[in-house]
């Protein structure tokens, strides 16, 4: 596999593959991008940011944390259920979102004029 460490402005073009059972990676100029690169060959994650629109409101949210790329559908389904109500920036709107460990925050609020 190949892909981009984002672990710094560098931006290190990473290969990473299975040799006899262990996770190579190539192409990083440090640990870190290493540790990116064996991150995303295994279990990748990602901070999960939508919006949702509820009585003509939009409120954009995000996770606290970042959830495996395998339960981003998951998770979507469920923040689509949020029923209208005054959220304010920063509210937590779902918390332990799928027992993830993660929680659902309010991140903007855009009221339609």
């Known amino acids: ?6 672990c710094c402005p560098i931006g290190c073009n990473l290969k990473v593959e299975e040799k ?3 996770i190579v990676v190539t192409g990083n100029s440090c640990p870190r991008g290493k540790a990116y690169g064996i991150t995303e060959f295994t279990a990748p994650k990602r ?8 009585n003509d409101v939009t409120y954009t949210l995000k996770t606290t944390y970042a ?5 981003l559908e998951h998770a979507l389904k ?11 920036i920063g509210d937590i709107v779902i918390k332990n979102l799928l027992n993830l460990g993660v929680d659902v925050v309010i991140t903007g609020k855009l009221e339609k004029v």
Not at 1 to 6: F, Q
């Open 1 to 6: 596999m190949e892909t981009i460490c984002i």
């Open 20 to 22: 006899n059972g262990e």
């Open 47 to 54: 901070v999960l940011t939508t919006s949702v629109v509820l």
């Open 67 to 71: 959830i495996l790329k395998d339960e």
């Open 78 to 88: 469920e923040i689509k259920k949020l029923k209208p109500d005054n959220y304010k």
